[in-house]
């Protein structure tokens, strides 16, 4: 089966840095993507890894560890806008299903000035 | 940027009715669309895959009869649930996925609520 797990929830305080993990356990592997998203509207996209290591995008950064089946979202200079649900979501690399997201359960994050 | 839309964006219908649903690529041409259900403060789930001139693929638990899909174009995706309940009241979002692209363009989401 799949099986992607994160923190339900999570607190930090503006300015802070505050690092989301996301574990996985797929059939496949094809990539992973970090979505953000506010109540009510559509997941934005905010980082994808394909490849062991650290990607750094401004504020954001997204690491992977494909053989530990592990992945971190860090997020710095947290502002109060960054309140929001944040998805960790895998692509597994099945025949025929080229795209296809699996997603983990989404961590609120709640920022406190 | 891509741009995915969705129409309508809230509807109230009556217990039994049918409603649709439309995604849209304004920009790109996807051959694949992804059909999402989210239910309050939990994440998104698969219902189905939408390919272009095929019949779509289901996940497991999802009613193919009762949650009817057609892809008729390149750019456009329809969901239509049929014989609406409260139950399936949610929020139901589409994403496109273009040609020999990896990242999926998510619509802004159709938010469903059965009397």
Known sequence: ?113 | GAVVSQHPSRVICKSGTSVKIECRSLDFQATTMFWYRQFPKQSLMLMATSNEGSKATYEQGVEKDKFLINHASLTLSTLTVTSAHPEDSSFYICSALPADYNEQFFGPGTRLTVL
Request: proline residues 4%; negative net charge; hydrophobic residues 30%.
């Open chain 1, 1 to 113: 089966g799949q099986n992607i797990d994160q923190p339900t929830e999570m607190t930090a305080t503006e300015g802070a840095i505050v690092q989301i993990n996301c574990t996985y356990q797929t059939s496949g592997f094809n990539g992973l993507f970090w979505y953000q998203q506010h109540a009510g509207e559509a997941p934005t996209f905010l980082s994808y890894n394909v490849l062991d290591g650290l990607e750094e995008k401004g504020r954001f950064s997204s690491f992977l560890s494909r053989s530990k089946g592990y992945s971190y979202l860090l997020l710095k200079e947290l502002q109060m806008k960054d309140s929001a649900s944040y998805l960790c979501a895998v692509s597994p690399e099945w025949e025929g299903q080229g795209g296809k997201l699996i997603f983990g359960q989404g961590t609120e994050l709640s920022v406190k000035p």
